[in-house]
């Protein structure tokens, strides 16, 4: 079968403003969560969340900002720094866009855009209404505009599965490139909707915590404190490629995408399934050929919700077996949402490019089920030749990817 | 208002809009063949004008601003 490559990485996290900042980071244990200064967090059950390191206004102008949504602004710093790792910015004009895909995801769309706007409808009237607001606030607005900044015309796509977003995104780059439709895939995922109402519809769910005194300890997956995740913003970006494409032009290569695993429970809107994220890890690996045995290490979707961690570690024991190394890079970042499969994705690439686990941080008190080994409270450096990546979403959906050493 | 008052506020609006030069707005400047204005942005100038100057500036007319001299004419017009 076709092999495909990571050539290039791209983020901006509550770490960091790219994937340097946000992956040292990461291996310094650092929490990217703090308090809602904002007025209208005043009233909210919940007033903490990982908001974005370096604001995007830093990299994209003003005018530029004001016809985009939040989401839309990330995916494009995301896609454009991961497009010119991979060398492909510097010879732009040499890359054949008919052959260029993207495949870009968010969990909730333009969901800021959409409360702006409607604050100046009821205040101002219908003429006021930014003539911006649609493509703003549509869910395929950040795969078109990474699509648009790029140039692509084998097809621009853009999955919706909720937290499943960014590696569904991954997962169907690939399928891109195997089927033949394109040699370079972008792909990846964003999410931006810190504001009130997605806060307090997460809220209402009991599924955010409210650890509102220490925002810095509020993300602890697998602790027995934990008591839900915390709103995080943020957007990466991997470059997918046909090894011998990437091989011809003398690309670096991060790692390999081996193999991509996607189910659905069929079970439940909101309550995840187990056995859905058991068949999607084994698909994964069957797609790669290998075993559970091969696997080393696992970045767990984990998000520090008191039912879904432990339910994810016994499927990761059936799937793959009671030799791994976890760790849930959520702890530092907060949940993604959208973004947080291809977030995730990228400390999995770099955890077998570095030989290095980022850590769990907060994990101080373990939940007495968990009877897999965590790199727990600082890095751990390790021979990594394998390791899945793994997201789950509202709605049920499973996706795990399966990274291998170049 | 004069005629200068006038374009010195559209400029403003097509600079915070658009993001155009206020040096590059002169009269004879078209929207969309000389400053780059979109058909979108153009929505935004029209109603940002509205706004600025007080006047109503119906769909029907926008087509017939070509050129910022043609607004500032419309907006002379509308508002006397």
């Known amino acids: 079968m076709t092999e495909v490559v990571i050539t290039g990485l791209g ?6 403003g790219d994937v340097a900042s946000t992956w040292a980071a990461m291996l310094d244990g650092r929490s990217g969560v703090g308090v809602l200064a904002q007025d209208w967090a005043e009233q909210l059950p919940v007033r903490i969340a990982a908001q974005l390191a370096v604001d995007p206004s830093e990299k994209i102008e003003r005018v530029r900002m004001r016809r985009l949504d939040r989401s839309e602004q990330i995916a494009i710093i995301a896609a454009r720094e991961a497009y010119a790792d991979a060398g492909l910015e ?6 054949d866009k008919y052959r260029l895909g993207v495949c870009f995801g968010s969990g909730i769309g333009g969901a800021i855009t959409l409360l702006a706007q409607d604050d100046i409808l009821e205040a101002s009237g219908p003429r006021r209404v930014s003539p911006h607001t649609v493509p703003m606030l549509m869910p395929n607005g950040p795969a078109a505009w990474v699509g648009l900044e790029l140039g692509a015309k084998a097809g621009v796509h853009a999955p919706t599965s909720a ?6 995104a991954i997962a169907w780059g690939l399928d891109m490139i195997r089927s033949g439709r394109a040699d370079i895939v972008v792909a990846g995922g964003c999410e931006a909707v810190i504001h009130a109402l997605p806060l307090a519809g997460f809220a209402s769910m009991r599924a955010l915590s409210t650890r509102n005194d220490e925002p810095e300890r509020a993300s602890r997956p697998w602790d027995k404190g934990r008591d ?23 690309a670096k290569v991060y790692a390999r995408l081996a193999g991509a695993g996607l189910t659905s429970d069929g079970f439940d809107i909101v309550q995840p399934d ?21 696997v080393k290490h696992v970045n767990a979707h984990a998000t520090s919700t008191p039912v879904g961690d432990m339910g994810e570690v016994r499927g990761i024991k059936t799937a793959i077996g009671d030799h791994v190394l976890l760790t ?11 973004g947080a499969g291809a977030v995730e994705s990228i400390a999995t690439i770099l955890a077998i490019k570095n030989d290095v686990v980022p850590p769990t941080i907060n994990l101080e008190d373990p939940d007495d089920a968990l009877d897999l080994e965590v790199a727990r409270g ?9 390791a899945l990546n793994n997201s789950f979403g509202f709605g049920g959906h499973n996706v795990s990817l399966l990274f291998v050493k170049a | 208002m004069t005629r200068d008052e006038i374009r010195e506020g559209l400029a403003e609006i097509l600079e915070e809009v658009a993001g155009v030069n206020p040096d590059d707005a002169a009269e004879d400047k078209s929207f969309t063949d000389d400053l780059d204005v979109d058909s979108l942005s153009m929505v935004e100038v029209v109603v940002a004008a509205e706004e600025r ?11 017939n601003l070509k050129t910022v001299g043609d607004a500032v004419s419309f907006i002379e017009k509308a508002g006397k």
């Open chain 1, 163 to 168: 937290c499943a977003t960014g590696n569904e």
């Open chain 1, 378 to 386: 600082t890095k751990r450096e390790t021979v990594v030749p394998a």
């Open chain 1, 328 to 338: 849930s890079t959520k702890s530092m970042t907060g949940h993604l949402l959208g």
């Open chain 1, 228 to 250: 839900g995740f915390v709103m995080g913003e943020g957007a990466g970006a991997v470059v997918l490629e046909r090894a011998d494409h990437a091989a011809a032009r003398g």
């Open chain 1, 90 to 95: 510097a010879i732009d004009e040499d890359v």
């Open chain 1, 274 to 294: 187990p056995e859905g994220g058991i068949r999607a890890m084994r698909f994964a690996l069957e797609d790669a050929g290998l075993t559970g045995a091969d």
């Open chain 2, 53 to 63: 100057f007080d006047v109503k500036i119906p769909d029907d007319e926008v087509q």
């Open chain 1, 11 to 16: 983020a901006t996290t509550p770490l960091g």
